[in-house]
């Protein structure tokens, strides 16, 4: 693709402007790939972990080898990491669905969930949700993009709390993502207050991004995608669930069924693409990170609202770009998905999809079908117009993606 003489030159001299902040995320990919490869090492894999199971999928040598894996990697005391979680979603709605009962009461602390989990709730009426089956839910909402500490405080002295969740990223709102130094800090207050409280965190689009993950700082259970950071863009499905080791049986016989747990589930040839994709993950979450980074500095030198800002501390992959029309929107999402390696010559139209309320456009010209560890981007159409830029499996690429964003961008009448 062709990208202009000026974007070229504002590009490197950007990238100039960024070396300490590059260095930063190259020290986090240096020890983040130490510690899979020695969660590697320790669990001894080998080619013969490759090996596929179908039908019950009994003894696959495979499958818990890769969530011994990911037990170390989190430093958790188990892990449920399977093919037959269709999504984030699907990940987060097994997990509450086991650790609930009727009565039970699910209290959310970072305010309105994403909205694929809206009607997983019962938020949006839906016969198959929480609420449908008995389950109470609430929510507390952020202040200044972070925890409202004295309300929950005060909220869990009045009221027993089965199930705390906490969602990291952003989802389609305009707060902040939730930094784990914040998260850590919550938990403590929860946990002096309620002990018995399990704490759930919603980690999709934060998985390496830092050389902590939620478990470490005192979450009970932690859930993911694998088309997201942990798949590396190898990963065609699936998702994770890791914790302490009762609550993930719980979740193993609720995504199969009681008495089996994980004991079922065939691996169906995906053991060698978690691996090599969970292998990759360091270096392409990084490589997702300075896209991000790269992006926010060269819009927000054009004069556009961005979030995060290029210096900022980040807590996910993901970068929020604010817009002056829905046409500049549009053609920018247009532009990601022509600079994209697999299906460059489709063009996104803003559409209604399952779970959501706006139309939204979505820019995805991935190897994996939604993977949002590749460059991608999507939006509700709706003011204020914001763009929610996502993914790279190569720095390199990513870059010529949003360079060419950027001269479409330009081409619009009146913007210089």
């Known amino acids: 693709m062709k990208i202009s003489d000026e974007v070229l030159k504002l590009s490197k001299e950007v990238e100039q402007q960024l070396e300490d902040v590059f260095k930063v995320a190259d020290e986090v990919e240096a020890f983040n790939t130490a510690k899979v490869l020695d969660a590697f090492n320790k669990n001894q894999i080998s080619e013969a972990h490759f090996a596929s199971t ?5 003894g696959d ?46 209290l959310s602390i970072t305010g309105t969930p994403y ?40 909220y869990l002295t009045k009221k027993e709390v089965k199930v705390i969740e906490i969602q990291r990223s952003r989802g389609y709102s305009l707060r902040k993502s939730i930094l784990l130094e914040n998260v850590e800090k919550v938990i403590k207050l929860i946990k002096k207050i309620s002990p018995k ?46 914790g302490k080791k009762d609550l993930i049986q719980l979740v193993s016989e609720s995504l199969t069924l009681p008495g089996e747990g994980k004991n079922v589930g065939p691996s169906l040839g995906a053991n060698k693409s978690f691996l090599q994709g969970l292998f990759l993950a360091p270096s392409v979450v990084n490589s997702a990170l300075k896209t991000a980074i790269l992006t926010s500095a060269l819009l927000e030198k054009l004069g556009y609202k961005v979030d995060p800002s290029y210096n900022e501390k980040r807590a996910d992959i993901v970068q929020t770009i604010y817009f002056q029309s829905q046409l500049e929107l549009e053609e920018y999402a247009k532009a990601i998905q022509n600079a994209s390696a697999i299906d460059s010559f489709v063009t996104p139209v803003s559409s209604f999809l399952p779970g959501y309320k706006e139309k939204i456009i979505m820019a995805s010209g991935s190897f994996v079908q939604g993977s949002s560890i590749e460059l991608s981007c999507d939006g509700p159409i709706k003011e204020p117009y914001v763009l929610y830029q996502q993914g790279a499996l190569t720095y390199q690429s990513g870059k010529l993606g949003v360079l060419h964003a950027i001269d479409r961008l330009r081409s619009i009448d009146g913007k210089k």
Not at 63 to 92: C, M, N, P
């Open 54 to 58: 179908t039908g019950y999928g009994y």
């Open 61 to 106: 040598l495979g499958r818990d080898a890769i969530e011994k894996v990911y037990k170390d990697i989190f430093k958790a005391e188990d892990a449920l990491v399977r093919t037959q979680f269709v999504s984030g979603s699907h990940t987060i709605c097994k997990t509450l669905f086991a650790l609930l009962r009727p009565n039970d009461l699910l």
């Open 115 to 154: 909205d694929t989990l809206r009607e997983v709730i019962g938020i949006i009426k839906n016969p198959s949700s929480l609420k449908s089956f008995g389950i109470l839910y609430d929510e507390i909402d952020l202040v200044d993009n972070d925890f409202d500490y004295e309300k929950i405080a005060d």
């Open 197 to 242: 409280t399990i704490v759930m965190v919603d980690n999709c689009y934060c998985e390496l991004v830092c050389k902590k993950e939620p478990i470490e700082v005192g979450a009970d259970i932690v859930v993911g995608s694998l088309i997201k950071n942990l798949g590396g863009g190898i990963a065609n499905n699936g998702g994770y669930v890791v």
